[in-house]
């Protein structure tokens, strides 16, 4: 394997002397033992050719778009609203009794005018329009870039039409100028849940005997991963309250502080409301990962543990035996095919590390990795998140203050209980990507088409997965490339029925033939 301490040198040596000293911080080499800082987070070098999207992607297309029966308002011209139109794949099951606007993409659609005079009749004029036509339960409108220059306050609308229409409608300053990438729309997406949504119902009381009653943080049901992860709780006796927010209903998030216990898929995203419920109704939070075969049982047992009930412990238990064992014949037969093969890992904010479980089932060693966006909390562990001075460019993303509510605050467990259980259970914390993975690999955050390029020249990997801006860039370089935002149209990924689509995926890809083909067959003679 190539020494990866002199790959970082090689690979800023083309970057003009200030993009190179720049570039250096955000490349490292693993030590599990000694985790390197990393620099993440900040802006991108202009010109770089980064795979990074905007506030607003983070905002609207991640966290808030796949809630069903909610009508998302996109407040600018019209292609921040078309681009972004069924393009992620969060998938939802709605009763035949209940409404889903899922299939439709609502715009504004501003123009010059707008520009000019300003855009907030226009804006008060569609959602008095959809509402009428779609009597939808609730509204919510998210600022494009022009909206934050021209200065409409789209938050006087929101208030003006919760009036009028009696129902909530809210909104939020996502425009994509905002911080460096989609984190920043996640953060400001979080803040208006937790400010316009939750708490704003009761659980009501038949839908409270269970107690262990959980809520699921950042899963979207990209492929239905959400179905097989909902699948597996239930089996196990597991009540899934909410699900922040694949498959979601407004109502399910309202009355989510009734759960017991939060358990984070997508730290990045989502590990905002998880602290400020904890602060605000005492739910403790439990960092989980239902990507990979032996990372899901490892997450029943930890819930199981949290819990520290007898039955439900032996329930999961016989749960995971019954899965495992149709799963294991095909990890088994699919390993013989791949294993020892490298891989290099390059998605947004969590995948990236969620899915070096799947190929440490399959025994496909991971020599590279990196976040789009993710911050050093999340490549280095939770213990560094305090110490992270916010810059320039993230100082405008509102932090909110909370404090517990007099009402509502309910200890889930005392303060020794939760102690006790901290020898077991990792409550509060999560440990990043870095610690596991090997020492030597490397660590791209943020990475340039130039560094992607660069590196698979020198790792020559049996698979890259990423997004579909790089798929056909990696595979006209003869090598398959896995979308692990889209999952190339196939999933779920997710549980034990997720982990046997993804080995068998991973075997069809990187053992198809058409690889074999890319040389011609005079190529192959005069080599
Ligand atoms: S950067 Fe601005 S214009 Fe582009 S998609 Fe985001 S909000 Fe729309």
Known sequence: APVATDLVEDLVKPYPVKVKRKRAKHITVNDPDEIPPIEANVRSTPGIITTRGCCYAGCKGVVLGPITDVIHIVHGPIGCSYYAWMTRRNQADVPESEQDFLKYCFSTDMTTN???????????????????????????????????????????????????????????????????????????????????????????????????????????????????????????????????????????????????????????????????????????????????????????????????????TARVEIVIAEELAKVEPVRQAVRARVEGRPVMLFVGGSRSHHYQSLFRDMGMPVVTAGYEFAHRDDYEGYQVASTIKVDADSRNIEELTV???????????????????????????????????????????DISHHELEQLIETYHPALVCSGIKDKYVVEKMG???????????????????????????????????????IPTPWEKQSA
């Open 114 to 312: 707008e520009i000019v005079f300003g855009g907030e009749k226009k804006l008060a004029q569609a959602v008095r329009e959809a509402y009428e036509i779609f009597h939808p339960k609730a509204i919510d409108i998210f600022s494009t870039c022009p909206v934050g220059l021209i200065g409409d306050d789209v938050h006087a609308v929101a208030r003006e039409a919760r009036k009028e229409l009696k129902i909530p409608v809210f909104a939020f300053s996502c425009e994509g100028y905002k911080g460096v990438s989609q984190s920043a729309g996640h953060h400001i997406a979080n803040n208006g849940l937790f400010k316009n949504v939750v708490g704003t119902e009761e659980l009501p009381a038949e839908a409270k005997t269970n107690p262990f009653r959980v809520n699921m943080l950042g899963e979207y049901n990209i492929g239905g991963d959400a179905f097989e992860i909902e699948r597996l709780l239930n089996a196990c006796g597991i009540q899934l309250v909410a699900t922040f927010s694949g498959n979601a209903q407004l109502a399910e998030l309202a009355h989510s502080q009734d759960a017991n216990l939060n358990l984070i898929q997508c730290h990045r995203s989502i590990n905002y409301m998880a602290t400020m419920m904890e602060t605000k109704y005492g739910i403790p939070w439990l960092k989980v990962n239902f990507i990979g075969a032996e990372a899901t049982a490892k997450t029943l047992r930890k819930i199981a543990r949290y819990f520290g009930d007898d039955e439900l």
């Open 403 to 445: 404090e517990a509510d007099p009402e509502h605050y309910r200890a889930r467990k005392s303060p020794e209980e939760l102690e006790r259980l901290k020898a077991s259970v990792d409550i509060a914390d999560y440990k990043g990507m870095m610690p596991e993975m090997a020492k030597g690999a490397m660590v791209v955050d």
């Open 479 to 517: 090598i398959p490339c896995k979308q692990l935002h889209n999952y190339d149209y196939g999933g779920p990924y997710a549980g034990f029925r997720g982990a046997v689509n993804f080995y068998q995926e991973i075997d069809r890809m990187v053992n198809s033939p058409v690889w074999g083909f």
